[in-house]
């Protein structure tokens, strides 16, 4: 079963504007990770965040995570049209094996 | 660097038939792939784990006999889809990753269509 929900499900914004996804999970972690697909195609890693950081930045994007609320949120600031993919976060758990679980994944549009 | 080649990109097969898929890391030794299903807008399905050298892992749900996975290199995976029908016809999409903590890399998936 699917540990991350995503929210919200679809987002459509102007170019320019901040982008906020959010992802929440229901059980610990040991790493948090963001992944892009654009349609048709493989997903791409964006970031990792372990369960002991609370923010991280790449370029125009920045994560963070609230281990107590599980949940974590990713902002693309500045879109541009070809930030329009899907977004999904994926959760390792904290023991066991390293099986990534995906989110349901938020569809971006970037509205040029 | 840490690319993974996916192929065929797209295949149509008819009812009955077998597809192989391959996965390849190209510039990396990957000792663990996972091969995903993926339905249209939905998110990805873990079908199984594949270990160099060991028999892979599948999930709850897959069946091993139907969706057969040989990983019999570091840089090779393969995901054999048997005796193909309608229902199985999907994006499927494969990962690898260098070691334990270390990110997935993702090839470009394969759009299987059984008819």
């Known amino acids: 079963s699917q540990q991350g929900e995503e929210d919200p499900q679809a987002l459509s914004i102007q170019e320019g504007e901040n982008a906020t996804m959010n992802c929440s999970y229901k059980?610990?972690?040991?790493?948090l990770q963001w992944y892009r697909q654009n349609s048709g195609r493989g997903l791409v890693h964006l970031i990792l965040?372990?369960?002991?950081?609370r923010e991280k930045h790449s370029g125009r994007l920045r994560v963070t995570l609230d281990t107590s609320k599980k949940s974590s949120s990713l902002l693309i600031t500045a879109s541009r049209a070809a930030d329009t993919a899907s977004y999904f976060c994926?959760?390792?758990?904290?023991?066991?094996?390293?099986?990534?679980?995906f989110g349901t994944g938020t569809r971006l549009t970037i509205i040029p | 660097g840490a690319v993974v080649s996916q192929h065929p990109s797209r295949v149509i097969c008819k009812s009955g038939t077998s597809v192989k898929i391959e996965c390849r890391s190209l510039?990396?030794?990957?000792?663990?792939m996972f091969w995903y299903r993926q339905f249209p807008k939905q998110s990805l399905m873990l079908m199984a784990t594949?270990?160099?050298?060991?028999?892979?892992?599948?999930e709850q749900g897959v069946e091993k006999d139907k969706f057969l996975i040989n990983h019999a290199s570091l840089t090779l995976s393969t995901l054999t889809v048997t005796s193909a029908h309608p229902e199985d016809s999907s994006f499927y999409i494969c990962?690898?990753?260098?070691?334990?903590?270390?990110?997935?890399?993702f090839g470009n998936g394969t759009r299987l269509t059984v008819t």
């Open positions: 990962s690898a990753r260098m070691g334990p903590g270390s990110p997935l890399h």
């Open positions: 059980t610990s972690i040991n790493n």
């Open positions: 965040i372990r369960s002991n950081e």
């Open positions: 994926a959760t390792v758990p904290n023991f066991g094996n390293e099986k990534l679980t």
């Open positions: 510039d990396f030794q990957a000792t663990t």
């Open positions: 594949s270990n160099e050298g060991s028999k892979a892992t599948y």
